[in-house]
């Protein structure tokens, strides 16, 4: 050993017979020594679990594995359970509230009040329940969460630091090691240095076998006992949700009559109002339909004034129109079971206003009008039912008639053709007494009875020139507007022809000869004479009401709805400034007040 050696023991020397080394400096050689140290140790600590793996005790490595799992493991449950315990206590916190809501609700019922028991009952039952939780999460926190912690305190932590000293010791072992081997192997060995190094790797060994031995010890003894204290812990968390739900069940059993009582009373209150909001539906779509069907009455209503100035007015404000709309007046008023009695009140002021028997309906008033639409519109199947045969033979035919010497210079036998053809006429409307219409004959019979009262000569005249002069005589002389014939076969003769008709059958009807006005008709006159009588026993037949008095109105009122009143509701908004303007010139504003409001309750139409 060289007399100049080292005190570290770690200065680095050559062989025998080598180049003579020059030695470091020792603060160099220290310096290169901690470097060294300084990567052992760390590249240990990199490698523990490898080298515990493969040269420790093969059982404490598995034992520390299950103890690094069991410690994961315990802290979660921990966490869970102490979560679920903070749920439970905000559940019992945040049912206060709800308590004092059902208190103060089952106070606002009597007790012998159904939902002021059922509210009793359910507040009785959450309040158990709350207490049952209160119970679970004290008994969670004593039987499972505090046991739990306490085993990792005083077992798994323990267990735990064991293991840290160990590793601790091995690694100080390990460094001692190191240091004795690289004292043993120096060139020139420093006898100090060995000295202190082998005494330093003693003392490492001996702590790292005690400390092997205790981290053995406590980490089986952890893995051991763990099976018995999670089974411990199991039970106490089984036995704590078995409390729960035993005293809830128990709980909720005792309630069990009260709760079918509730349920009882619940589908009963239900049904109760399931009923009612049937009820409150079906009279809601009543009073829609009530209102759909008569939302045009008030407009009706005024229709069916007896000065008929709103029909007059809208007349008069229709141009060209005036027939059509006309007869959609009378479709609307006889749908409602207004035309018959708007025309006998029209009849009667009409009898009572004329001084004179024979200026009878021969005015162009709206009465009149509507009498003659409505005549027109009813009878027009029974004309052409009693005229077309006879017009028809008639058109065949149309020479031999003209008895007026100016227009024709032959006039032998034409009075005989001409009566043949009336008589023809006159016996076919005879024998359709039994066709006529019932309006025409409760029409006949109002007017008769009216003019009898102020001009009783005028009996037969006024009901003849109502029956022939409005009616039958007009279709005669025009059978084309009728429906009785086409205008074709209509030629400039045998309208002459239908026009004697006319003529002649209009006399035997007002009970009068032709005088000095027509000369040429005088020859008929014994025919006019001759027919007379039977004329006014038609006349009185046809005033008479049959038996059968039902009569089928033109239209429904469902569909006068659907086609005549909302024609006219745009028709009157269209010219609702013209009508005004005629309400006011005849005098009858006041009646314009009454349409403007049924005019805003329909509201706003379209009159494109």
């Known amino acids: ?14 062989s025998p017979g080598s180049k003579k080394s020059i030695s470091a400096p020792k603060n160099v050689e220290w310096s290169s020594l901690g470097r060294k140290v300084g990567v ?29 799992v069991l410690k994961a493991l315990y802290d979660e449950t921990i966490r869970l359970s102490k979560k679920m315990v903070s749920k439970t206590q905000k559940y019992i916190t945040s049912s206060t509230p709800l308590q004092e809501s059902l208190q103060e609700l089952a106070n606002y019922y009597t007790n012998e009040h159904s939902t002021g028991r059922s509210i009793e009952t359910i507040l009785k039952i959450h309040l158990e329940l709350a207490a049952f939780r209160e119970k679970q999460q004290t008994s969670i926190t004593n039987r499972f969460v505090l046991p739990a912690e306490n085993f990792v305190q005083t077992v798994l932590g323990p267990s735990r630091d064991a293991k840290g000293k160990f590793r601790k010791s091995r690694l100080e072992y390990d460094s001692a090691l190191s240091k004795l081997k690289i004292a043993q192997q120096a060139t020139n060995i420093d006898l100090r240095n060995l000295y202190i190094c082998q005494s330093h790797f003693a003392t490492y060994k001996l702590r790292f076998a005690h400390r092997q031995y205790d981290a053995q010890v406590k980490l089986a003894d952890t893995v051991q006992r763990h099976g018995f204290e999670y089974l411990v812990q199991s039970i106490n968390l ?42 409150h539906q079906l009279k809601l779509y009543e009073l829609s339909r009530e209102k759909e069907e008569n939302k045009y009455n008030e407009l009706v209503q005024i229709f069916s004034s007896p000065d008929l100035a709103v029909v007059n007015a809208i007349c008069l404000s229709a141009g060209s129109d005036q027939e059509a709309i006309l ?14 009695p708007i025309i006998k009140l029209g009849i009667t002021k009409e009898v009572q206003s004329t001084s004179s028997a024979q200026t009878l309906f021969r005015g162009n008033s709206t009465a009149t009008k509507l009498m003659t639409a409505f005549t027109r519109m009813t009878g027009r199947p029974y004309l052409v039912a009693t005229l077309k045969p006879i017009v028809d033979k008639l058109l065949k035919d149309s020479s031999g008639y003209e008895l007026d ?52 000569e005028s009996k037969h005249t006024s009901v003849g020139g109502f029956i022939f002069l409005r009616f039958f005589c007009p279709c005669i002389l025009s059978p084309d507007t009728c429906g009785v014939s086409d205008s074709a076969s209509l030629t400039m003769e045998a309208r002459r022809a239908l026009i004697l008709v006319s003529k002649t059958l209009q006399n035997v009807a007002n009970g009068i000869t032709f005088g000095s006005k027509e000369t040429y008709m005088k020859d008929m006159n014994g025919f006019l004479e001759s027919n007379m009588e039977g004329c006014k026993v038609f006349l009185d037949k046809i005033a008479e009401m049959p038996p059968n008095t039902d009569y089928q109105p033109l239209s429904s009122i469902s569909e006068v709805k659907s086609n005549q009143l909302p024609s006219i509701h745009k028709l009157l908004i269209k010219n609702l400034e013209k009508i005004f303007k005629t309400l006011n010139q005849y005098q009858q504003s006041s009646v314009t007040f009454s349409l403007v409001s ?7 139409v379209s009159t494109d």
């Open 40 to 68: 052992a140790k760390t590249s240990m600590l990199q490698k523990m679990g490898k080298v515990e793996t493969t040269q420790s005790n093969p059982q404490l490595v598995i034992d520390n594995m299950k103890v690094k």
């Open 405 to 456: 010497p100016e227009k024709t210079s032959n006039t032998e036998g034409n009075v005989e053709r001409l009566s043949q053809i009336c008589q023809e006429f006159l016996d076919a409307i005879y024998d359709s007494l039994d066709s006529c219409p019932l309006p025409f004959r409760e029409m006949a019979n109002h007017l008769q009875k009216e003019v009898v009262k102020v001009f009783p």
């Open 598 to 604: 049924a005019l805003g309750k329909l509201g706003d």
């Open 238 to 279: 089984l036995a704590t949700l078995h409390d729960l739900y035993s005293n809830s069940c128990t709980h909720l059993n005792e309630n069990e009559q009260s709760i079918k009582e509730i349920k009882d009373y619940s589908a009963n209150q239900k049904k109760i109002f399931q009923d009612q909001r049937q009820d």
């Open 1 to 14: 050993m060289s007399g100049t050696s080292n005190n570290s023991g770690f200065s680095p020397s050559s």
């Open 327 to 340: 007869e959609d007046l009378v479709r609307i008023l006889d749908a409602h079971k207004q035309t018959l």
